[in-house]
Each structure stands twice: as structure tokens, then as C-alpha cells.
């Protein structure tokens, strides 16, 4: 009897909760292809004429295509950058005992506290002194460095909870550290490895604020930043902006469909293990 009840519940939640998901998106696609007034007016409503020209402006004043190249080529990366450096930094201090190992661990946990705008100013001015005032690879380091103590954090914690036999059995088979940790540990270490990716990847790919001060040449605007450009001082385009959303979304909802098994591999593995 309770099996009878459960199913249609979670039925009913699945439905409920695709719902919830896709709406929003449709809502973003009808507030693409409106103008201002159809948008502050009734923006659930049907579109009494569906303006094709938004998305036009899109590509063309936008150069959202080109836009969201830059901003995936940023994110994915950053992110591999993260993920190398932090699971080595984390496999160090995770699996070595040396004097100021509390200290290094607790300098990167104060990084995961820093706010974002007070090191606006410093970052601007190391950029110019350095020559990395509109240059992808100073943007790269950038992301990196506010996504590392997050990872190095939960990398570190992750390999805390994983038996140290696997080291001793390691060291048996004639593994060095290298080998150990990339051959060894780092299998064990994909569903943390996961969540950190998309972690990264989605703070990478809409970030704002970083572009906004380093970078100024229009070929290397991000995502964000592009969306910008139909903002004035006395007029803002929503309809554009909404269709330079739309194509975002639709990239990386591709992305998802084509790496979610492996996505979701990772996170089920990360279950069978707890």
C-alpha cells in the first residue's frame, strides 16, 4: 500500500520539479523576443508579435557568439587550473606532516572569506604594473586564485576521509608521490572532483566584476559583460539582453546533455563510497 502512495508522490514531485525548472526558462525565451513595454507590462503573457530583431542585435552589437567563446574558454581553464593545483596543494596537506601545515591550511581557508570587491583596486593596479591589463591569462590566474582556497578546502577534506592504506600500498608497489596521487588517489577523489568542476565552472563562466576592470577590449568581453551593451545611461534594451541569455543558456545546457553521465557517474560513485 505505501509503495502504491509513494510512486504517484514522486511522480507528482519529478512533474512539480520540471515545472519549476523549465519555466523560468520560458518565460526568459517570451521576454526575448518582446520589447521594453511588452516586458515591464506583462511579461508572462504571449507575445503579441514576436520581435526576431532582439536576438539580431544580440549577434550583431553583442557578438554574443563570440562573447560566450571567451567566457567558456575562461571558465573551462580556470577550472582545470583549480583542480590540478588544488588537489595537489590538498594531497600535501592532507597526507604530509611538516611545521606550519595548520598555518598554510588556515591562510587558504581565510582566502574563502576574502570579499571579491575589496581586492578590486589591488588587482587593477598588479595588472597594469605587470602588463595584464586586457590579457586573457592574467583574467585565467584571476578566477584561479578566488577558486582555489574553496577547493583546496574540500579537497582536502575529502582526502582526510580516505584510508591512508591506499598510500602504504602505493609505496609497496614502488609509487612515488606523483603516482600515488594520480594514479591512487585521484579515482577516489571524482565525486569531490565534480562538484569542485561545476563549482568552478559556473563562477568562471558568469563572472562580472574582474572583466568589467581588466578587460576593455570588446573581442574579449564575457558573457556578462557583453549583455552590457544594451545598458545605457537613459535606456536599457531588455529585449536583447534577455536573447543574449537565451543563447548562453542554450550552450550550457548543451554541455550538461553531452558530460552529464559522467557528472552524474561521479556523484553516485561519491554515494556507493559513503
Not at 46 to 60: R, V
Not at 136 to 154: C, E, G, M, N, V
Not at 171 to 184: E, H, N, P
Not at 207 to 218: G, R, T, Y
Request: hydrophobic letters at 55%; charged letters at 15%.
Amino acid at each position: 500500500m505505501r509503495r502504491k502512495i509513494s510512486k504517484p508522490l514522486i511522480y507528482l514531485f519529478a512533474i512539480f520539479w520540471v515545472f519549476m525548472t523549465i519555466f523560468p526558462l520560458f518565460i526568459t525565451f517570451l521576454c526575448s523576443v518582446k520589447d521594453n513595454d511588452g516586458i515591464t507590462l506583462g511579461m508572462f503573457s504571449w507575445p503579441e508579435e514576436f520581435m526576431w530583431s532582439n536576438y539580431t542585435q544580440a549577434f550583431e552589437s553583442a557578438y554574443i557568439l563570440q562573447a560566450v567563446g571567451n567566457s567558456l574558454f575562461l571558465a573551462i581553464t580556470s577550472t582545470i587550473l583549480t583542480i590540478v593545483i588544488g588537489i595537489m596543494a590538498a594531497y600535501i596537506l592532507s597526507r604530509k606532516k611538516f611545521k606550519g601545515r595548520t598555518l598554510i591550511y588556515m591562510v587558504f581557508l581565510i582566502g574563502v572569506m576574502v570579499p571579491v570587491h575589496c581586492t578590486i583596486i589591488p588587482i587593477s593596479s598588479m595588472a597594469a604594473r605587470i602588463g595584464g591589463k586586457n590579457e586573457f591569462w592574467f583574467l585565467i590566474l584571476t578566477y584561479t586564485a578566488f577558486a582555489l582556497p574553496q577547493a583546496i578546502f574540500l579537497f582536502t577534506g575529502y582526502l582526510d576521509g580516505v584510508s591512508k592504506e591506499l598510500d602504504d600500498a602505493a609505496r609497496i608497489d614502488g609509487c612515488g608521490d606523483v603516482q600515488t596521487l594520480f594514479r591512487v588517489l585521484l579515482p577516489c577523489c571524482t565525486p569531490i572532483i565534480s562538484t569542485e568542476a561545476i563549482l568552478a565552472f559556473i563562477a568562471g563562466y558568469g563572472e562580472l566584476i574582474f572583466d568589467m576592470i581588466l578587460m576593455s577590449d570588446q573581442d574579449k568581453y564575457t558573457v556578462a559583460r557583453a549583455m552590457l551593451t544594451f545598458t545605457g545611461g537613459y535606456k536599457v534594451s531588455l529585449g536583447p539582453i534577455f536573447a543574449c541569455i537565451i543563447v548562453a543558456v542554450i550552450l550550457m545546457v548543451a554541455i550538461y546533455i553531452a558530460f552529464h553521465e559522467k557528472v552524474q557517474d561521479g556523484m553516485l560513485t561519491g554515494a556507493i563510497k559513503g
